[in-house]
């Protein structure tokens, strides 16, 4: 396992630079709305990424509702982190593709208000997470991973109710798309994913790290003679 | 079943009495949401035709900040003398406590909008243009998507630091599209420009959809050690 971890560094590495040339280089500029629509290799591979990590959160925490297991925790802290920062790379990239192309930064559409509440429902977690105690703090953020899933059918069909302005899917939306341009998406969105994959994977072992060494020093806590408390206690009465 | 209906019944009349005699919940969300009302009311100045069209959103934000008041007490009296603990080793149906608060805290929060209501009419010239009758059923649906989810939230929020910030911060996301769909429907009344009964059925889903997910996992965080 130790020796997979810098193969799938290198190689992320490589795709990385090798969607990058892709992405600015070597794909056609589109014909109306010009280099622009670059941005659209970072936008569309960063939004799988990030429901991609969501649902395994969501995955990961029923998981730890029925077993309780330790690991199932870690994957959907991981996942959440990481997840909200593909989400925030797509809030950002949108708005900037937005105001030359549609000439708005912002609009209450389907999928951009739903990224939106994903991303607010997610920060809540996370904010959940380092609010509470730390022997609850699974089981809350479990449960509140329900609650969210939960809720995205029902916003999603709050806001189909209203006008859609965002471009549809290109994939299995009935939109069309350049096959040269199509080659660059999936390319991107693989080396997006190699790269969260990396970093959920480093992320997962120093959360794993983290966690013997609180456990190593609250038994030590606990092994420590007890003349240094009686020491203390009695220097703290004299004080 | 019995032995929910009549645990329900027990701590539901508990909480009515005392707050029959204190009047502290619904004392605070009174004065909390005419503030607010003044305060909107002020800033915007409004006039009879813009306030039908903004009035929907004026007066669910109103009671839903009003509604995050009473919900972050309803579970402090319980945490007093561990009443929580004592009830987390008995044999009780977790479920029952819960239904008693939501339904506690429905209650509430419908005295509270019966008596703002007249206070909305004065200060926004309101009067609805589209089927008035439909604005009781969208009243009492968005009170139950509030008070299931923050009475949920709460309890969840009683095992973390700094509660009372906890509780909007975990209520806020989940109920956007409770929250869109209560102020849609209202509008949709007030100005009678389009049918209110989509966001009626999706206030309905939604509640379903929560309670039902709450009796399941109320347990678990009753339960949280």
Known sequence: MKRVFPILAVLTGVLLSYALYEALIAAPTEQTMGDVQRIFYYHVPSAWTAFILFFVNFFASIVYLIWRANKADIVALVTAEVGVVFCTVVLVTGPIWARPVWGIWWTWDLRLTLTLVLWLIYVSYLVLRRFSSSGQTPLLAAVLAVFGALDVPLVYFSIWFFRTQHPQPVIGGGGSIDPRMLHVLLINWLAFSCFAALVCWSRYRLEVLRRDMDETLALEALLEPRSSHTRTSRTERAG | ?225
């Open chain 2, 1 to 225: 079943m019995s032995a929910v209906a009549s645990l329900t019944r027990a701590t539901l009349a508990k909480d009515l009495r005392l707050e029959w005699r204190s009047k502290d919940a619904i004392n605070s969300m009174l004065f909390f949401s005419l503030l607010v009302v003044v305060i909107f009311s002020f800033s915007f100045d409004p006039t009879a035709e813009e306030s039908r069209q903004i009035a929907g959103g004026l007066v669910w934000v109103a009671f839903l900040f009003a509604a995050v008041v009473a919900l972050n007490q309803t579970w402090a009296r319980e945490m007093r003398n561990q009443v929580l603990d004592a009830y987390r080793v008995s044999p009780a149906p977790p479920n029952a406590l819960f239904l008693a608060k939501v339904v506690g805290n429905f209650i509430f929060v419908t005295v509270l909008q019966a008596l703002m209501t007249p206070l909305f009419i004065v200060f926004y010239n309101l009067r609805a243009l589209g089927p008035a009758y439909q604005l009781p059923i969208v009243a009492a649906l968005g009170t139950w998507a509030l008070v299931v989810n923050g009475t949920f939230f709460a309890a969840m929020s009683l095992r973390t630091r700094s509660r009372e910030i906890m509780l909007p911060l975990l209520l806020f996301p989940i109920s956007i599209p409770a929250l869109l769909a209560m102020v849609e429907a209202t509008g949709a009344i007030l100005t009678g420009e389009f049918s209110a009964r989509f966001w009626i059925v999706l206030l309905a889903a939604y509640d379903l959809v929560f309670t039902i997910a709450s009796l399941f996992l109320f347990g678990f965080v009753l339960q949280a050690e």
